[in-house]
């Protein structure tokens, strides 16, 4: 910064000028900042109470309200605000204070990096202890990619929604439908070292398949992932979107497994055991299963299907009037980059494609944009996509079919939806095409959970 | 238009180490970085707790049902609820035997996990809450016990230790698939075989786009 330039960024002149205002602030800091129209008595300066200190890490417009929001269902009770604001996101990257993260565990940990380490041990020719300082040492990587919790989208996640609009009312009229339902996915740039790498100075012994790893909050989370995805692209992260970790991220460290689901992304990395087996801890077998009408259940099945939604316009924006609209949305895939993405604002019943955001990149949220004119009328709008292997989204309905097609003997779709509407069960591997209904009046709603047959 | 996936995902540096492995690959995996020191025994023991199916890193230590109850009246039952029945969100421990493939499934730990050790690890690792850590293992094969007893699994004075908890088959050690799990992508390069089924579904879907 040039001190000696009357510019409009005189007002970071320095401290010692910044100490001199008697009143006077920085506009996009303060929460009673001016209109951008209002005079000023120095350009950049508004006459508000000076908050100096809040220039050495910077914050948002005080204009700007949107936040994470409480999670539904019990969790309301701890006030964890948990859930990603899709409906305001811009852009394909999440910032980090909009990062949806899952507790399950009542503290978050508060980890010195100074004492924390990284053990890698069992069928290894050499166990070894990394500090923070060693990995940071090591060859880096930055990758974008999505995070998303297992959950993500479940039916289950609309009884909890309609439950706690009965219970809390107060609490969920606050808490936006997307958010509620489609909350749990987030995208960020992740920086850290290759676990392969880690793994390889090691020396993996043969017959080894898989590992366990585990973060050193207070419950242990721990997690069996195959050794074939962990020398494959998975990250020992310490960077996220250009900084480090945020806390409630994993602080200091944290296992970055691209394109599957959220659980495997063990927070407070602090253990590796490599082994031959999966463990079947608690974490992979009485949660994030997914149990079928016929008393099967699908185990160690992580990786992310097809993907997108519509975040505007999306439940609970209004179209004040007719005209021009920008749709726009997310894609993501566990699997490879986003190759297509298509719109239909028919109801499905002709589509057309979307422009993506570049670059794609894989296993990551891509923004899609699509030009749309509102005549005033009924419409149901929605979006699906297509990656680069071919696979597609599917519609609720397929979704339910694929899962009965899982295994022997496969169970139609609508006993599959049954089961879902009925049993109390978690469901996961949610990638269902999410349609949104445009009233007359230019409310937006949505239009397919609303109509499954559930009752709380 | 369909659009040309860009990856770059893979950055340059990375295919930097990828060309750095491929020259040290035929090394058998000598350390490339000399980063990082041996562990003692002990700092690999403290962290050398999580328990699998064969059991083999469980600890010296024995309980029963009977001096299990004890334990989890004082320590579980508060959240667990008097049988381990359970009081949502706190999870159901025990009962529900026979009814996973009915429309109302009652899973509970016992009833549904295919390995009784995964009770004995989480114990161990997580619980009791805002207490984790402070059960001896003798305690936590007694809460185990327990909880199995509960679930009609074994009886009452059955003494869970390293050997005997291994043996314990739970009611629904085959309720599980892929049984082995999939522990290699398929040939494209998918952990999730059948997502491809939804081109042929869209053929003979008429009501595309609705439920």
Known sequence: MNSTKPDRRGFLKGSAALAGLAVGAIPFVNGKAR????????????????????????????FETTTRAHSVGVLNATGLRNLTPLQDTIGAITPSGFH???????????????????????????PLVFT???????????????????????????????SDMKKYPDVAK?????????????????????????????????????????????EKHAKSMPLEKCMDDVIVAYGQNGEALRREQGYPLRLLVPGWQGVNNVKYLRNIKVVDKPYYFQSETTAYTNLRPDGKA????????????????????????????????????????ISRVEVSTDNGRTWKDAVLQTPIYRKAHTRFRF????????????????????????????????WGNAREPHIPAAEVIKFWETANISEFLNNPIQPWKIGKDGSVKDALYTNLNIKV | MRF??????????????????????????????????????????????AVGPDGKELPPGSGTAVEGAKIYAAKCSFCHGKNAEGNFPFARLAGGVGTLNTPTPQKSAASYLPYATTIWDFINRAMPRDAEGTLSPSEVYAVTAFILFKNGTIKETDVLDKKSLVEV????????????????????????PYWDQVKDLRQNDKAFGGR
């Open chain 1, 371 to 402: 030009d749309w004119n509102w005549d005033g009328s009924e419409a149901v709008i929605m979006s699906r996509c297509t990656n680069e292997f071919g696979d597609i989204q599917p519609t609720f309905t397929e979704l339910a079919q694929m």
């Open chain 1, 298 to 337: 699908s185990i160690y099945e992580s990786q992310v299907g097809p993907k997108s939604l519509i975040t505007f316009p999306c439940d609970g924006h209004q179209l004040n009037e007719r005209g021009y609209y920008q749709i726009t949305g997310l894609a993501w895939s566990g699997r490879g980059a």
């Open chain 1, 100 to 126: 949806f993260l899952v507790l399950r565990e009542q503290h978050l940990p508060n980890i010195d990096p100074k004492e924390h380490t990284l053990l890698i041990h069992g069928m290894v020719d050499r």
């Open chain 2, 4 to 49: 040309t996936p860009i990856s770059i995902s893979r950055s340059s540096s990375l295919l930097a180490v990828v060309a750095l492995f491929a020259c040290v690959a035929a090394m058998a995996q000598s350390p490339t970085y000399k980063m990082g020191r041996t562990p003692t025994e002990a700092e690999v023991r403290a962290w050398d707790h």
């Open chain 1, 174 to 218: 606050d808490v936006r439908f997307i958010q509620a339902l489609h909350g749990r996915t987030s995208s960020s740039e992740w920086t850290g070292v290759r676990l392969s790498l880690l793994l390889k100075e090691c020396g993996v012994q043969s017959g080894a398949s898989w590992i366990v790893a585990e973060g050193n909050d207070t």
């Open chain 1, 132 to 162: 923070m300082d060693e990995l940071k040492r090591f060859p880096s990587v930055s990758e974008v990619h999505f995070l998303e919790c297992t959950g993500n989208s479940g039916v289950m996640h609309y009884k909890s929604y309609l």
């Open chain 1, 35 to 62: 209109a951008a129209d209002e005079p000023t008595t120095k350009r950049g300066v508004t006459p508000d109470d000076p908050v100096i200190e809040d220039l050495a890490y910077g914050g948002r417009s005080g």
């Open chain 2, 169 to 192: 088959v739970m009611p629904n050690r085959y309720g599980f698939f892929p049984d082995p799990p999939q522990s290699k992508p398929d040939k494209d390069h998918s952990w999730l």
